[in-house]
């Protein structure tokens, strides 16, 4: 083969699909109203939704269509646009990028664009684009728990034996979750043999962590009697302490011992000096009992 003919094949197209290159964002909330909220919904409870609002430029060119956010959808599929032109949007997924507020407008977007009782195709991973600070009119979540996944699924279609299957499979995996209002994106669960109180905490993280290692020097960590506590995650930024509780106790028990500890939080965070040695040594045993979500 000639060097000329060489160069014109090494020059030709191949067909391959361009690389697309992830990039990790720590905060992908960051800038949104609710944030400990959002990463609540993400991480921590298993059935709820929202209602979500487009930017007017979006509804102009889209409609101004339902939309609902909601914890996971069937399949933990990343969107549904339904028969009846309402919208889904799960925030938890099996696949994403490193940018969870870009999938979740990706998701949004290719809903959007998808005809109503259509099946969703998303990439799985968007490449650059707008995200969910892009596309939505920002304020506080109007949150709703759900005891079952009916919400997914028009009236008609939950009459289906098969339809009714798998929601009584989904619905068996939800475990009993109350929103505290002792505390923004505060929840009480109970999970088999356990019940905890995790909070989202909205600070930054090395001034949550410093506040919490204060209050675990001073032996102010538990909520009460009978509580324990059993460390904390990393979660999109922001800081998740986690309690254990009495089994036995419903959720409304806990409203004023959180209460009281968000105020035992707040004045600690009021402290910006340097670690004592007590608070030094806290610090490193939160540390040692944290946990990463992503």
């Known amino acids: 083969m000639s060097k000329r003919r060489k160069n014109q094949r090494a020059a030709a197209p191949t067909?391959?699909?361009?690389?697309?290159?992830?990039?990790?964002?720590?905060?992908?909330?960051?800038?949104?109203?609710?944030?400990?909220?959002?990463?609540?919904?993400?991480?921590?409870?298993?059935?709820?939704?929202?209602?979500?609002?487009l930017t007017p430029a979006l509804v102009d060119e889209y409609g101004d269509r339902p939309i609902t956010l909601a914890t996971v959808l069937p399949m933990a599929a990343p969107a549904m646009s339904r028969e009846d032109g309402h919208i889904l949007v799960g925030l938890q997924r099996h696949q994403q990028s490193g940018d969870v507020s870009r999938d979740l407008a990706e998701s949004l977007l290719c809903a959007l664009r998808t005809a109503a009782g259509a099946p969703v195709a998303v990439p799985p991973l968007p490449g650059p684009g707008p995200r969910l600070q892009d596309i939505l009119v920002d304020g506080p979540l109007e949150i709703t728990l759900h005891e079952g996944f009916e919400f997914w699924l028009v009236p008609a279609a939950a009459e289906d034996p098969t339809v009714q299957a798998s929601l009584e499979r989904a619905n068996a995996?939800?475990?009993?979750?109350?929103?505290?209002?002792?505390?923004?994106?505060?929840?009480?669960?109970?999970?088999?043999?356990?019940?905890?109180?995790?909070?989202?905490?909205?600070?930054?993280?090395?001034?949550?962590?410093?506040?919490?290692?204060?209050?675990?020097?001073?032996?102010?960590?538990?909520?009460?009697?009978?509580?324990k506590f059993a460390g904390m995650f990393r979660a999109h930024g922001r800081l998740v302490p986690v309690w254990d509780l009495p089994e036995d106790a419903p959720a409304g028990d806990w409203e004023h011992p959180v209460a009281d500890f968000a105020k035992r939080y707040a004045e600690a965070?009021?402290?910006?000096?340097?670690?004592?040695?007590?608070?030094?040594?806290?610090?490193?045993?939160?540390?040692?009992?944290?946990?990463?979500?992503?």
């Not at 340097?274 to 992503?294: I, N």
């Open 15 to 53: 067909g391959k699909r361009e690389k697309v290159r992830d990039v990790f964002v720590p905060r992908p909330f960051e800038g949104l109203t609710d944030e400990p909220e959002w990463i609540a919904l993400r991480e921590l409870v298993p059935a709820a939704s929202a209602p979500l609002r």
């Open 173 to 227: 995996a939800i475990y009993p979750t109350v929103r505290l209002a002792a505390a923004r994106a505060a929840y009480w669960c109970r999970v088999p043999e356990k019940a905890h109180v995790r909070w989202v905490l909205p600070e930054a993280e090395e001034a949550a962590l410093d506040a919490l290692a204060r209050l675990g020097a001073a032996g102010s960590l538990a909520l009460g009697e009978g509580t």
């Open 269 to 294: 965070l009021t402290e910006t000096g340097p670690l004592d040695a007590a608070a030094r040594r806290s610090r490193q045993g939160l540390l040692g009992r944290q946990l990463t979500l992503r």
